[in-house]
């Protein structure tokens, strides 16, 4: 293939017929001229890395339109440096003598090692969870590894991560070109087919990146999605999900390309919304408009349900809390029940009710709700209101939080913000500290210091119960 261009650039066309692996070199070697001296340029260099090129080559022409100098790169397998690619000196073209064949071969060969030894547990695919912020070095941190939680309840193995703090964001990449070409050669050697982005990308980012790298691009707000499309099990959570979707994918609809076939599917695109990603906005916009309808019917039917409870005087005690805190485990051991509970983000969606008597034969009816979590999408805070409506019925609040957890302070007020914004901050809510079993005795003396009204307990241990149950019993008297 021959491309010519002007003095100043070439344009490259797309390589559709090329080899399309996203774990392999593309199979295809770019041999181009520079008219002076100049040695391989950034540009060049950003070429080779997001097109997957075999190797880049230049050899400059001098005035005399004469060749000159020689100079080529290519990618490099993993390495202790982490050196990305190496960029060879230029030499005399007539001092040539490289095997490139030879070279890519080896290079092709290292890739497959490398790759052979990564277990592929895995069906849904390897990811690379990046995180840009301005926030400390400590919080990207923190929210990386809920990030890699919720990737690891989505099916997704996790091949590596990056963090970049930034004095600005960038409006139109999030990361810089310098970043993301790093991204694109570490997806190569980790054999990384997804970029998991824990901050949400605006329409426009998310686009501008699928644009340039053949990886799949998702973010934050699709992952969480993507659970709850897997989680969902009621005709009521299964609307809730599709309409968060349909909602998510609304303003990201474009015409259909290579960049949105990555952005639709499999991880960030599955469950009752699927189907629906690909339609009009006219299509998408009148589905929301029946969704609202179907979950405006059943929050009438929820509030008939809740009518009879008020009828036959039956006080209500709502489980909340951060996701996987072990509000499931906690009503399983109150009322003797089996619903799921699963060390795993978002395990329970629909809520679940179970009756709970009292040793001074007084019942309750005892709820557990969706786990929050912070920076839940508003959309789909909006899609459960249905849910969440459970909890301005109920008489008391039992706020279980993981004690044991290293983020207990931001988890507990993500949670309380979250009531807030339901306007629920006047109810009558109980702290109880869950996992007290797993904290040494310093840790519990600084835990009890910071929460003096909380109530340490270990949901798996009935006996440990004995507190929290007398407190629910004493604000419903």
């Known amino acids: 293939m021959v491309i010519v261009g002007d003095h100043e650039s070439i344009l ?13 070199l593309r199979g295809i070697r770019l041999f181009h001229t520079h008219i002076g001296s100049s040695p391989l340029s950034r540009e060049d260099v950003m070429d080779m890395v997001f097109l997957r090129l075999d190797s880049i080559a230049l050899l400059n022409i001098d005035e005399q339109g004469d060749p000159d100098k020689f100079q080529w790169a290519h990618l490099l397998p993993p390495n202790p440096k982490n050196d990305p690619y190496l960029i060879h000196e230029p030499v005399p073209w007539t001092h040539v003598d490289f095997d490139f064949a030879k070279t890519v071969d080896s290079l092709e060969k290292e890739l497959d090692r490398s790759q052979a030894s990564i277990e ?10 990046i995180s840009v912020g301005q926030a400390p070095r400590k919080v990207l941190e923190n929210s990386l590894s809920e990030l890699a939680d919720l990737a690891e309840t989505a099916g997704l ?11 600005r964001v960038n409006p139109r990449f999030i990361v810089g070109k310098g970043k993301l070409s790093e991204l694109e050669v570490m997806a190569l050697q980790h054999n990384a087919s997804i970029l998991v ?9 998310l686009r501008n990146i699928a644009s340039i790298t053949e990886r799949k691009v998702i973010d934050r707000t699709q992952l969480i999605l993507d659970i709850f499309a897997q989680h969902a099990t009621s005709k009521g959570g299964r609307l809730q999900v599709e309409m968060a979707q349909l909602k998510y994918t609304l303003p990201r609809l474009v015409k259909q390309d290579r960049a949105l076939s990555r952005l639709t599917g499999g991880i960030g695109g599955r469950g009752p919304g699927e189907t629906k990603l690909e339609l ?19 929050r009438k039917h929820r509030q008939n349900t809740r009518s009879k409870r008020q009828q036959e005087d039956i006080p209500v005690v709502s489980l909340v809390g951060y996701t996987n805190a072990g509000k499931s485990t906690l009503l399983n051991t109150l009322t003797h029940s089996d619903i799921l509970s699963e060390d795993k983000l978002f395990a329970t969606l629909d809520p679940t009710s179970r009756r709970l008597r009292f040793p001074k ?6 709820t557990d709700t969706v786990g929050f979590i912070k920076d839940l999408p508003k959309d789909l805070q909006e899609a459960f209101m249905a849910t969440l409506e459970e909890l301005s019925q109920a008489h008391v609040l039992v706020h279980v939080a993981d004690s044991s957890h290293p983020d207990l302070e931001q988890q507990v007020q993500a949670v309380e913000n979250i009531l807030e914004q339901l306007g629920l901050q006047e109810k009558t809510i109980i702290l109880a ?35 929290l149950v007398q407190s629910i019993e ?3 008297t």
């Open 433 to 467: 500290l869950n996992k007290w079993d797993r904290l040494d005795d310093q840790t519990r003396t600084l835990v009890s210091n910071t929460y003096p009204m909380g109530i340490p307990i270990s949901a798996l241990r009935r006996n440990s119960l004995t507190d």
């Open 474 to 476: 004493n604000h419903l």
């Open 120 to 129: 592929t547990g895995s069906q849904s695919g390897r990811c690379l969870l």
């Open 157 to 167: 193995q996790v091949a590596g991560t990056m963090i970049q703090r930034v004095a």
């Open 361 to 366: 034969d007084k019942e309750v009816i005892l």
């Open 280 to 298: 009009d906005r006219r299509k998408i916009r009148d589905r929301i408009k029946k969704i609202k309808d179907d979950l405006q019917n059943l």
């Open 12 to 24: 490259i066309p797309q390589l559709d017929r090329a080899r399309q692996s996203t774990g392999r």
């Open 197 to 205: 982005f824990d901050q949400e990308l605006t329409p426009t980012q």
